[in-house]
């Protein structure tokens, strides 16, 4: 018997992560989405900077180019 299944992930338009609070709700909801294929490699990191954004509002990382916004 053969069989086959699809595997559908999800990636942003410039394959990069998207890491940022929650427009509208930057005091209450940080989100990190995207990271479908490539993203268990980072996981150590985005760990680091998922807890200074929900801890400390802010993180030391260079994430700019991550926003959410960068679509818009």
Known sequence: MISTKTC????TPDENFIIDHLPGYEKLVV???GFSGH???????VGEI???L???GITKQPI???NAK???
């Open 70 to 72: 960068r679509f818009a």
């Open 8 to 11: 559908l992930y999800a990636n």
């Open 54 to 56: 929900i801890t400390d």
């Open 31 to 33: 989100i990190a989405c």
């Open 64 to 66: 700019a180019f991550l």
């Open 50 to 52: 998922l807890a200074e």
């Open 39 to 45: 993203g268990f490699k980072f996981v150590s990191v």
